[in-house]
Structures are given as C-alpha cells and as structure tokens.
C-alpha cells in the first residue's frame, strides 16, 4: 500500500493517475478588503502581466518575485519554503514536476474557484493541474512540437520535408548524401525534449493499477521510439553534439545540422542562437507515426496555488485572469513565446504575426493548430526528477557510443522504480 502521504483513491488514480497525499484544503477566507498575493516564478514577462493586473484590480494587489529557474533551484526552493510554511500564495510550477509536488501533498485545491471556467481549457491541460475534480492550479501555456527545418538547404538539395517518420529517415539519408559533412538533425539526448517524443508515439512512461504505480519507461512501446532514433544514430545520420551546446549552435547556423524537431519554443532558441540563419528557416508539423495524426508535447507551466495560501479564491481569479486576459497573454506571448494554454489565449492575434525570422511564416499558427492534436495519453509522476537525471545519463552514453537507447531506457525504468519504492509508493510489477 502507499504510504500517509501518498494514499489516494482508485477512482481518483483512474481519472488522472497523480498520486496524492492528503492534500488539506485550506481555505483562507476572504477579508473582502484589499489582500495581498505573492507569487513566484522566473518566466519573461510574468512581472509585466503582474503589473497589468495590480493596475486594474486595486482589490488584489500581487507581489512578484523571480526566483531561479525550478531546475535551477527554483523548485527546491518551494519545497523548503512549503514545508517551512513560508510559501508564497502562487508559484510557477512545469506540468512535468506538478505531480512531484502534489505527491509531497504542497498544493492547495482550487477546484470550487475554477469549475466555472472549466471549458476555457481543453482537458488535457487540466490533467496535469489536477485529479478526480480537485484543480490545484491553472495551465499558462503547453509546447506542442514541431519541424524546424532550413528551407534554403532542403529546396536546394530537393529533398522534400518530411511528414511521416518513415520519410523523415529517408530524408535524412538523402542529407547526408546531398552533403556528406552536414545531417538532418542532433540526436535527441535531453530527457524531456526526448520525452516528447515518447508522448507522441503513444509510449507512457507511468500509469496506475489500483492503488500501485506504474512504470513502463522500457516498454515495448517506448522500445519502438528509441529503437527509430538508434536505427539513425546507426547508420549516422544525425549528429550527437550535448543538448543545448554552443557546437549545437553553431551547426545550425552553418548549415551542418538542418532541422530540429522540437517544442514551440525551439522557436526562440533556434532564433537566439543561430542569428546569422536569419530569414533561412521554417516551420512545418512534427513527422507522424503510421499515419496517427498526433504530436507530442515538451513543456509548459502552470500558476499553481499553495498549500497554505490565506487568500486561494483571489488567487484562483488571478490565475485564471493571467492566463486568459488579451493583454496579459499578448505580453506572455511577446516576452516569453509562449503558446496559450487557453482558447481565448489560442485566440490571439498575437499569433497571427509573421517570423521575420522564420521566412515571414506566422509559425504560431501552425502551433496553434497543432496543440489540438497533443497525444492525451501521458501522465508524469511524482519522481521525475530521478527518471530524467538517469534517463539524461543513460543518453549521454547513447551520444558517447558506451550504451545503447534500450540500455538507457532500462536504466531510468530501474532508478525510478527504486525512487517510487524508496518514498513509499506501491509500484505495480
């Protein structure tokens, strides 16, 4: 059986699959006066959507403080400050590490505070801000993938842009042999950029049985995308340079790499850091698999709220305000890149603007129209932190040539399974 603090119920595990712990309910009241709300983050921009906010609702007035990115101690930050019962009413938190914080029973339940606006957001958002009815946050925004590709070379050397896997392989013979220096793209080697791709194929990595955790990391499933990537790093057709490494950088801005298949905000990496590119690139779908017209997701937050937070109901409304105001979203989308999580965000003619960058393609279209078709079929769980660094590990030694995909998927199954059991949770065989 699960532990105190991670026991939750079949129905609820079977409606989102989060393990939670007793997670209190508390319910500051409302003074009905001017309150005050802090909240912390370290995204571009949520300063600017702060000050909109406290321009106009004089009521609620909200302190923002940047902290360091989560992955940069941004998170054991909450974590300490939460266990203290300092936290902040708010904070910044990606849907990858939400069930990590859910488990350690840190969220306050906002549900009665957002039901109401429920349909504002597809669903799948939703299930990774909450289970079985209780919200103990709101999605900011979700980073579907796509094809980044260099329209120059590709038109150049008349090789067609990919839409399925299968031509993708293809495509990327044909790169090699148009230029035996340059390839297609750099192997995918960050645990999270590859968990996307494991999100589109259908291949989750956690699920529940009962009560128990389940993990499945190394499935069959998850054997056929990273036996695709290993097929390409086989026969060297893709490059093997570190994630988000300068020599990475600089491939793409001498035309050695010639695509990227990642998130929406690849955008502005590839942008930031292959400037002399400029005007070269463009955008299409992610590569399909068998026809199964899905793409994957990497990345995306949410404002969650608190345990403890005095003031959850003002806090729910801000939430929701920044996430669906015109102008805040317009700042998010202008400072930050984001893609809305919301449909009246999804709605902004701030995505309707062309790239100067990209060829003068309006490239958050393409993504607009994307998001609606992120496989629903995935969950995180509440150890990411060691399934990524093992499952980052094992990678790393793909790239090296000491392990194989297969051995590094195995090796993250292993550690993660270690680290459920270690915290106490059940993990179904």
Not at 14 to 22: H, N
Request: proline share 5%.
């Amino acid at each position: 059986m699960l532990n105190r603090n991670a026991r939750l119920t079949a129905a609820a595990v079977v409606a989102t699959g989060l393990a939670l712990t007793g997670c209190s309910s508390t319910t500051g009241a409302s003074t009905g006066g001017p309150v005050t709300i802090t909240f912390w983050g370290w995204a571009s921009g949520y300063d600017k959507s702060v000050a909109l906010w406290n321009e106009s609702h004089p009521g609620i007035q909200v302190k923002y403080e940047a902290i360091a990115n989560g992955g940069a101690g941004g998170y054991d930050k909450m974590f300490t400050a939460a266990k203290a019962g300092t936290a902040p009413c708010l904070a910044q938190i990606g849907y990858e590490t939400f069930a990590s914080f859910l488990a350690a029973g840190l969220l306050q339940d906002v549900g009665e505070h957002t039901k109401a606006r429920r349909a504002e957001f597809p669903d799948w958002v939703w299930g990774n801000v909450g289970i079985d009815g209780k919200i103990f946050g709101v999605p900011v925004d979700t980073a579907p993938m796509g094809l980044f590709y260099r329209s120059d070379l590709f038109k150049n050397a008349k090789i067609e842009v990919p839409k399925t896997w299968e031509e993708f392989g293809k495509a990327a013979a044909a790169v090699k042999a148009a230029d035996p220096k340059s390839r297609i793209m750099n192997l995918p080697t960050d645990p999270y950029l590859y968990a996307g791709f494991a999100w589109q194929g259908d291949a989750p990595w956690f699920g529940v049985n009962g009560d128990a955790w389940t993990v499945s990391v190394n499935s069959a499933a998850n054997g056929k995308v990273a036996g695709y990537w290993q097929g390409l790093f086989d026969k060297d057709l893709v490059t093997s340079y570190p994630a988000f490494d300068a020599a990475l950088y600089t491939a793409w801005n001498s035309g050695k790499v010639w695509a990227e298949v990642g998130p929406v905000w690849s955008a502005s990496l590839i942008r930031d850091n292959a400037a002399s590119s400029a005007g070269k690139w463009a955008v299409a779908p992610m590569p399909r698999w068998d026809g199964a017209d899905t793409v994957g997701n990497s990345g995306g937050s949410a404002t969650a709220v608190m345990k403890g937070c005095a003031h959850p109901k003002e806090a729910a409304e801000f939430a929701l305000w920044m996430s669906t105001d015109d102008k805040s979203v317009s700042n998010l989308i202008g400072s930050a890149a984001i893609l809305p999580a919301s449909k009246s965000g999804l709605a902004s003619k701030a995505l309707d603007a062309p790239e100067s960058y990209y060829g003068g393609q309006a490239i958050y279209q393409l993504f607009r129209a994307e998001s609606a078709k992120v496989n629903p079929n995935w969950r995180w769980g509440p150890v990411m932190s060691t399934t990524a660094s093992a499952l980052g590990d094992g990678l790393g030694k793909v790239a090296a040539k000491s392990a194989t995909f297969q051995e590094a998927l195995n090796a993250a199954q292993t550690g993660t399974v270690s680290a459920l059991q270690a915290q106490g949770f059940s993990v179904s065989k």
